[in-house]
């Protein structure tokens, strides 16, 4: 992809008055239209005028709402705002059908372009950490910061654990998965989800469990679940197969923001091998490694990966950016610098 194939849409196009609805204790949702597409977007107000933006993407069937905890935690550092990605969360399918790692980096930017907020902090979770990846590489000039928690970035062995979720861009296969699974439960599909994606799954609170079973209540009866998950898996195995400057590490090594990675010891979906790999390929990096967490440590250790936000903010701010290792034992608070 490159960004000459990206539709434009100037700043100065201010995008229309939805008045925002609140859905949570600091929280509100409102709807945005753009050409081919509408997207939600849940915002948190700042804490104070002037903060930088700072926008986060969430991975596959997910939603704005895995950066919920987050946000709240950074609202002092950034002004920040989370996109539901074409078919998932509360945003409708893309017009034209398209489910790819491009596809959905076209609507990260051109919700940027549209809003004007850019150059933002931007963060990616698994598939957001690729189409994030992407909109950095070829949009450098949208993009102040890049934090990629487990970037579904391509892996020549693939964990077996994450098999079964890359089986469903196999034709048929989710079709086949939604016969066999017709008699569970939104609670017993919430709990398969949970286990596969934390660490320890008894980190989920009650209340977070309960509203996370609501939400696949609802999203399940909406016609376009399975053909949204089952098409975006396809673009995530499209992508690991592309070559040349469309590669997914080729555009990792031309990204120029400073890049925060963060990668759980327990991730059953994206190999913690890969860090240092893209440590090494990130020509700014620095790792955050957090040996107890899993897929989505965001939401997990959202402490601890606030602290370490905020701490490459400030090192960015003063130095333009700066490369290092920060490991996190136990998924605590604390953490030492050992090396570069």
């Not at 596959?60 to 078919?87: F, K, T």
């Not at 609507?107 to 907020?117: K, P, Q, T």
């Not at 759980?264 to 091998?273: A, K, N, P």
């Not at 402490?303 to 700066?322: H, I, N, Q, Y």
Request: charged share 20%; hydrophobic share 40%; net charge neutral.
């Amino acid at each position: 992809m490159s960004s000459t194939e990206l539709p434009f849409v100037p700043p100065a196009n201010v995008l229309p008055k939805v008045a925002p609805v609140r859905v949570a204790e600091g929280e509100w949702l409102r709807s945005v239209g753009l050409p081919g597409i509408t997207l939600t977007v849940r915002s948190r107000p700042p804490a104070r005028e002037g903060l930088p933006p700072a926008l986060y993407v969430h991975g596959l069937g997910g939603s704005s709402q895995n950066w919920s905890v987050l946000m709240h935690q950074l609202e002092g550092a950034i002004d920040g705002e989370a996109v539901d990605l074409p078919g998932f969360g509360d945003s409708p399918p893309p017009d034209d059908g398209d489910y790819s790692v491009t596809g959905h980096a076209r609507a990260v930017i051109r919700f940027l372009d549209a809003s004007g907020r850019g150059p933002v902090h931007l963060f990616g979770n698994s598939l957001g950490g690729a189409v994030t990846t992407r909109v950095a590489a070829v949009r450098p000039d949208l993009v102040r910061t890049l934090t990629l928690v487990s970037p579904a970035l391509p892996e020549i062995r693939v964990q077996r654990s994450a098999v079964p979720t890359a089986l469903l861009a196999v034709p048929g296969v989710a079709t086949l998965f939604t016969r066999f699974t017709k008699e569970w439960t939104a609670e017993q599909r919430v709990r398969g989800v949970t286990a596969l994606c934390y660490g320890d799954p008894g980190r989920v609170t009650p209340e977070g469990f309960q509203h996370a079973v609501e939400e696949m209540e609802r999203r399940l009866q909406l016609p376009y679940f399975w053909d949204a998950m089952t098409r975006s898996a396809r673009g995530i195995v499209n992508a690991y197969t592309l070559g040349g400057q469309h590669a997914l590490w080729r555009q990792a090594e031309r990204v120029l923001a400073p890049t925060l990675l963060v990668y759980g010891g327990r991730d059953q979906l994206v190999g913690f091998r890969m860090a240092q790999k893209a440590a090494r390929t990130f020509r700014d990096s620095r790792l955050l490694t957090l040996p107890e967490a899993g897929h989505v440590a965001m939401m997990e250790y959202p402490e601890t990966v606030a602290g370490a936000f905020r701490d490459f903010l400030a090192d960015a701010e003063v130095s333009g950016g700066g490369a290092g290792v920060v490991g996190v034992g136990g998924g605590t608070s604390g953490s030492t610098n050992a090396g570069s």
